[in-house]
């Protein structure tokens, strides 16, 4: 089955900073790469997604990129804010049978103002 | 996105108890998905509820401890079993269609004493 890893585990940015999480999956098969940012005691939402048909895609300060051929994705946050603290979860799935996503363990991320 | 409730938001159980939490989302869906949240942990899926069948288990989860209902294509149940402390943790429902974004409930947060 499909195994994701994430790093880091936490990481402590000022605000302004730029922070970067990266994310490595083993099935070459998934494609389909999102990701949920989970806020303390509320549910994981999705803030952005990325298809193996594309390198990378933004949305205003995030940013994702993906390399299928190393296998890995990173989520990219310019200029943190400090509600930008919560815990950033990555995820994997492909076609048929493998499509339920399989998650990072997660990201911490604090940011100081 | 799908609108999901679930109920109750949180609660205290004593060992040995079972506790059955509700999810309900406010259209059709082919897929719902159990997953536990241990604290400061990731997203470990329990079961795929399927509507006419039976629910398919991950590895490590069965269905005397976990059984689970899904009598219509906007409601399932999922049932903590004789429980333990161990099954302290947040339960999560969530709908998504293959390849696609996976959408949350707002989780049961469940202490056993």
């Known amino acids: 089955g499909e195994n994701v890893e994430q790093h880091p585990s936490t990481l402590s940015v000022q605000e302004g900073d730029s922070a970067v999480i990266k994310c490595t999956y083993s099935?070459?098969?998934?494609?389909?790469f999102p990701w949920y940012k989970q806020e303390l005691g509320k549910r994981p939402q999705l803030i952005i997604d990325?298809?193996?048909?594309?390198g990378e895609k933004k949305d205003q300060r995030i940013a994702v990129t993906l390399n299928k051929t190393a296998k890995h994705f990173s989520l990219h946050i310019t200029e943190t804010q400090p509600e930008d603290s919560a815990v950033y979860f990555c995820?994997?799935?492909?076609?048929?049978?493998?499509?339920?996503?399989?998650f990072g363990r997660g990201t911490s991320l604090i940011v100081h103002p | 996105s799908a609108v999901i409730s679930q109920k109750p938001s949180r609660d205290i159980c004593q060992r040995g108890t079972s506790l059955t939490i509700q999810c309900q989302v406010d259209s059709q869906v082919t897929m719902m998905f159990w997953y536990r949240q241990q604290p400061g942990q990731s997203l470990t899926l329990i079961a795929t509820?399927?509507?006419?069948?039976?629910?398919?288990?991950e590895s490590g989860f069965v269905i005397d401890k976990f059984p689970i209902s899904r009598p219509n294509l906007t409601f399932s149940t999922l049932t903590v079993s004789n429980m333990s402390p161990e099954d302290s943790s947040i339960y999560l429902c969530?709908?998504?269609?293959?390849?696609?974004?996976?959408?949350f409930g707002p989780g049961t947060r469940l202490l056993v004493l």
């Open positions: 969530s709908v998504g269609r293959a390849g696609e974004t996976q959408y």
């Open positions: 509820a399927n509507q006419g069948s039976e629910a398919t288990y």
């Open positions: 990325i298809r193996s048909n594309v």
């Open positions: 995820a994997a799935s492909g076609p048929g049978g493998s499509y339920i996503p399989t």
């Open positions: 099935d070459s098969a998934s494609n389909y």
